[in-house]
């Protein structure tokens, strides 16, 4: 089974930087891709970054490039978010999840196929 671990999550002045992690467990994830979503109050879920486990091919959405970077450690079966330069609209639960295929592109931004997720890690950026 399956399980997601958010964690380094807090407040931050705008401008600032926060990491977040995620330690994945239960299986092996080749084949999988990860991904970080968010959700602000009385917001829908949005996509933010996601990458593949083998072989690292990242997408990001279009308002945290440059900013925000997605990386994953194998031997740590973890995966980062680094999160640069961050301003008040980037305040949200920020959520990790998996899926068990390859997406490309904008197909990876619908969370429908992300059968797995954590439980979330609240970023707050004040400004």
């Known amino acids: 089974q399956v399980q997601l671990v958010e964690s380094g999550g807090g407040l931050v002045q705008a401008g600032g930087s926060l990491r977040l992690s995620c330690a994945a467990s239960?299986?092996?994830?080749?084949?999988?891709?990860m991904g970080w979503f968010r959700q602000a109050p009385g917001k829908e879920r949005e996509f933010v970054a996601s990458?593949?486990?083998?072989?690292?091919?990242?997408y990001y959405l279009n308002s945290v490039k440059g900013r925000f970077t997605i990386s994953r450690d194998i031997a740590k079966n973890t995966v980062y978010l680094q999160m640069n330069s961050l301003k008040s609209d980037d305040t949200a639960v920020y959520y990790c999840?998996?899926?068990?295929?390859?997406?490309?592109?904008?197909?990876?931004?619908?969370?429908?196929?992300?059968?797995?997720w954590g439980q979330g890690t609240q970023v707050t950026v004040s400004s």
């Open positions: 999840a998996a899926r068990s295929s390859y997406c490309l592109g904008a197909a990876c931004t619908n969370y429908l196929p992300y059968d797995n």
């Open positions: 239960g299986r092996t994830f080749n084949g999988y891709t």
């Open positions: 990458i593949r486990w083998s072989g690292g091919v990242t």
